[in-house]
């Protein structure tokens, strides 16, 4: 299956500031990346679908403005909080859709976002 | 909102089958169904999905009814490393954007 990483494992910041969030397929080329977010003891929620070269589409009720996605190649898909604050604290992960038929999605390891 | 009903949580001996039920009563003809699962802190594992015929790999079984409104995943011989949330999605299979909606899962818990 695809590998995929995401970088950092965990950051820590304080309330106003900006955090960005990279996920990387390291062995593939993915036009179509997932991004999700997982509040403790809940499941996971799909924010936002990046494509490569073209805005991302984002899910209801999720900000634009505030969570803000570049998917400018093919390997690297970024997702910057803006203006961050206690209540986006939580885990975000990030999936490739993987071959031709996207039969799987491949998940990264997730990011754990602590705003103080 | 997620198609699928699991139970919440789930107990098995380590070194036993784990059987874990999923009703997709709503479930249409050209939806499959998707087995993930979650272990603590990590991001999600693709397990296995299967549209109508029962299914094997090297991690799991998937046995899905005939009138497919209910599957079940089979993990043969438990181990505590399978120790996670499992995740029973229902979608359609080709397609970039189409997206995985995960419902609560069924925590299993391997005991020793």
């Known amino acids: 299956g695809a590998v995929v990483s995401q970088h950092p494992s965990w950051v820590i910041c304080k309330s106003g500031t900006s955090v960005k969030i990279e996920c990387r397929s390291l062995?593939?080329?993915?036009?179509?990346m997932f991004w999700y977010r997982q509040f403790p003891k809940q499941s996971l929620m799909l924010m936002a679908t990046s494509n490569e070269g073209s805005k991302a589409t984002y899910e209801q009720g999720v900000e634009k403005d505030k969570f803000l996605i570049n998917h400018a190649s093919l390997t690297l898909s970024t997702l910057t909080v803006t203006s961050a604050h206690p209540e986006d604290s939580s885990f975000y992960i990030c999936s490739v859709a993987s071959g031709s038929s996207y039969n799987e999605q491949f998940f990264g390891p997730g990011t754990r976002l602590t705003v103080l | 909102d997620a198609k699928t009903t699991q139970p919440p949580s789930m107990d098995c001996a380590e070194g036993r089958a784990a059987n874990l039920p999923c009703n997709h009563s709503t479930i249409s003809g050209n939806e499959y169904v998707y087995w993930y699962r979650q272990i603590h802190s990590q991001g999600p594992q693709y397990i296995i999905h299967g549209l109508k015929n029962n299914e094997t790999n090297e991690m799991a079984s998937l046995i899905i009814t005939e009138d497919r409104k209910s599957s079940t995943l089979i993990l043969p011989h438990a181990t505590l490393r399978d120790t996670a949330v499992y995740y029973c999605i229902v979608r359609f299979s080709q397609g970039g954007s189409e997206k995985l909606v995960f419902g609560k899962g069924t925590k299993l818990t391997v005991n020793p």
């Open positions: 062995d593939f080329q993915a036009t179509t």
